[in-house]
């Protein structure tokens, strides 16, 4: 089964940058999706962006412009490069993983799609 670690979460002042990076190993997919999301206290947990093994991209209306998702497929490591953040990005982010069929089934699949899963790290924006 797919393993995922995540790194990079911290502590900062609005308006900074952070990236994310997410490790994967044991990856068996030929064809995959993976994505970030994350989860605010007392709040659902709510996709932030999605790359698939072609490299197809898509973030969320509320980090667009502000978020970017990318791939290192020789590292096998997932990245999410955060500019300008906000307070109400605090939260704690969470990579996932699966097989995906095609980009119309990867960029619409909601968390409870996807089998496996880091165990998190936390960012913090303080205003």
């Known amino acids: 089964r797919v393993q995922l670690k995540e790194s990079g979460g911290g502590s900062v002042k609005a308006g900074e940058s952070l990236r994310l990076s997410c490790e994967v190993w044991?990856?068996?997919?030929?064809?995959?999706?993976m994505a970030w999301f994350r989860q605010a206290p007392g709040k659902e947990r709510e996709g932030v962006a999605v790359?698939?093994?072609?490299?197809?991209?898509s973030v969320a209306d509320s980090v667009k412009g502000r978020f970017t998702i990318s791939q290192d497929k020789d590292k096998n490591i997932m990245y999410l490069q955060m500019n300008n953040l906000k307070p109400e990005d605090t939260a704690m982010y969470y990579c996932?993983?699966?097989?995906?069929?095609?980009?119309?089934?990867?960029?619409?699949?909601?968390?409870?799609?996807?089998?496996?899963w880091g165990q998190g790290t936390q960012v913090t924006v303080a205003s």
């Open positions: 996932a993983a699966d097989t995906r069929t095609s980009w119309d089934d990867c960029y619409i699949r909601v968390a409870s799609e996807f089998r496996s």
């Open positions: 044991e990856y068996t997919y030929r064809t995959y999706c």
């Open positions: 790359i698939d093994s072609e490299a197809l991209t």
